[in-house]
Nanobody
């Protein structure tokens, strides 16, 4: 098992940037595919981005493509989500997820989750 803790959320204005971090412990970080999801009130959990074990391949939801960048530092056991040009519709709780094998966009297939960090974007 791996424990995940997100940080970096906050309240910003539209057009601003935030960098989220997800620190992992209790497992071998490099073995895990990492992903970010988000969930707004009354909405289903939504895929945001994922990154493979070595960081060689990334995937993004169409809604964030070109604005968000996922990266990882396996020496620090940390995955990041750089969010630029934030929009009010980006407002959500952002969750870090990890899985040994899965690398897709379906949240139910990820086995490890953090507690989430709130991102609020005002217009």
């Amino acid at each position: 098992q791996v424990q995940l803790v997100e940080s970096g959320g906050g309240l910003v204005q539209a057009g601003d940037s935030l960098r989220l971090s997800c620190a992992a412990s209790g497992g071998t970080f490099r073995r895990y595919v990492m992903a970010w999801f988000r969930q707004a009130p009354g909405k289903e959990r939504e895929f945001v981005a994922s990154i493979t074990r070595s960081g060689g391949s990334t995937s993004y939801a169409d809604s964030v493509k070109g604005r968000f960048t996922i990266s990882r530092d396996n020496t620090k056991n940390t995955v990041y989500l750089q969010m630029n040009s934030l929009k009010p519709e980006d407002t959500a709780v952002y969750y870090c997820a990890a899985d040994i094998a899965y690398s897709g966009s379906q949240h139910e297939k990820y086995d490890n989750w953090g507690q989430g960090t709130q991102v609020t974007v005002s217009s």
